[in-house]
């Protein structure tokens, strides 16, 4: 421990540059109850063992959960698969999924994202592509994106996933292709979708339906959010 002149404190460091300076360690901070708001200006910050969340102030304002989207899990494939997969993710009422691919081998693949594992008549959605009118697809046994016609191009996808417990998941989906060529607008998809399952999404996959494998890369991405 050390302590300046000038008020800064170092642990593990002998000339701090701030008023409280940690070097080769972390910080713990015990459950307890919450301070007093701290006035403008000011921040404030404890933990609440009650929901397992550091809780922060700022300027006067209620303490709230300092973490609002935490990442649950990341998965790159080493090698081209017909499809890629986050498993055992922690209940969450609302999740974004991101699908980055740098393609996939062979024309005319379509993305079909489902949850926990549920190839059931399920699912049901609204899609249009390119700005055209929707497609009604219900029921169906997952949700399908439209088949592209460009092999080897990347592929982008996010879900936005309303995930009660014992309701239907809504999701929110988009996605968009690179499209062959400068001269070649890319391709995009909006979808409204509903998972009708009573329990919440704990697995999240994406398969590579009309044949064809995700390209070595290709990366799942699942945010939650209570």
């Given at each position: 421990?050390?302590?300046?002149k000038?008020?800064?404190v ?5 000339n ?37 969340r ?7 304002e ?11 899990g ?27 691919s ?6 005319g ?25 929707d ?44 499209g ?18 009573a329990?919440q ?16 890369g ?9």
């Amino acid at each position: 421990l050390y302590v300046r002149k000038d008020g800064n404190v170092g642990i593990g460091i002998t000339n701090p540059s701030a008023r409280l300076h940690l070097d080769s360690g972390g910080l713990r901070i015990n459950s307890g109850a919450a301070p007093p708001l701290p006035p403008s200006a000011e921040a404030g910050l404890y933990y609440d063992s009650a929901v397992r969340r550091l809780m922060a102030s700022q300027n006067g304002e209620a303490f709230r959960k300092l973490v609002v989207m935490e990442q649950l899990g990341v998965t790159t494939l080493g090698a081209p698969a017909a499809s890629i997969s986050l498993a055992g993710l922690p209940a969450r009422k609302s999740l974004t999924v991101y699908l980055f691919s740098p393609g996939k081998a062979g024309a005319g693949f379509q993305s079909t994202a489902r949850f926990n594992a549920d190839v059931a008549a399920n699912y049901a959605s609204r899609i249009s592509n390119n700005g055209a009118a929707d497609t009604v697809l219900a029921p169906t046994t997952g949700l399908f994106f439209s088949v592209s016609p460009n092999a080897n191009q990347p592929e982008f996808i996010k879900l936005e996933i309303f995930n009660p417990g014992v309701q239907d998941k809504i999701i929110m989906g988009t996605r968009g292709d690179g499209g062959s060529g400068g001269a070649v607008a890319p391709n995009r998809d909006e979808m409204l979708g509903k998972w009708v399952n009573a329990g919440q999404v704990a697995q999240v996959q994406f398969d590579a339906s009309s044949g064809g494998n995700f390209m070595t890369g290709t990366t799942l991405v699942v945010l939650g959010s209570e």
